[in-house]
Nanobody
Framework: QVQLVESGGGLVQAGGSLRLSCRAS????????MAWYRQASGKERELVAS???????NYVDSVKGRFTISRDGAKNTVDLQMNSLKPEDTGVYYC?????????WGQGTQVTVSS
C-alpha cells in the first residue's frame, strides 16, 4: 500500500499564492495518475487537477489559468501551485494517485482563502 504525505496548506488572503506538495511513500510504485482533489464544507469532493505519467494535465474550469500541477516521476511527488487564490478555493485538498488498479488518498490539507 502506498501512503501519501501532503504539505503546504494554510491561510492566505485573496489574490495570494500557495504551493501544495505530496510525496508517495514508495518510489517503485507504478503510478499512472497523480491528482489533487478538494472538498469545501458541505460540498462533494471535486477533482481540481490531474497529471498522467506521460505529463498530460487536466484542470477543473474554475482553476484554469491560476493553478498548475506538476510531478517528479523519479521522486514520486506531485505539486499544485495555486496563484490568484479566491475565497471559493477554500477547502480541504487531498492528494490522490492511481497505481496499477489501486487508488490511494492523502490525509488532506486545509487551504483557507480570506476575502
Amino acid at each position: 500500500q502506498v501512503q501519501l504525505v501532503e504539505s503546504g496548506g494554510g491561510l492566505v488572503q485573496a489574490g495570494g499564492s500557495l504551493r501544495l506538495s505530496c510525496r508517495a511513500s514508495r518510489t517503485n510504485a507504478n503510478i499512472n495518475v497523480m491528482a489533487w482533489y478538494r472538498q469545501a464544507s458541505g460540498k462533494e469532493r471535486e477533482l481540481v487537477a490531474s497529471i498522467t505519467s506521460g505529463g498530460s494535465t487536466n484542470y477543473v474550469d474554475s482553476v484554469k489559468g491560476r493553478f498548475t500541477i506538476s510531478r517528479d516521476g523519479a521522486k514520486n511527488t506531485v505539486d499544485l501551485q495555486m496563484n490568484s487564490l479566491k475565497p471559493e478555493d477554500t477547502g480541504v485538498y487531498y492528494c490522490s494517485i492511481i497505481y496499477g488498479i489501486r487508488r490511494a488518498w492523502g490525509q488532506g490539507t486545509q487551504v483557507t482563502v480570506s476575502s
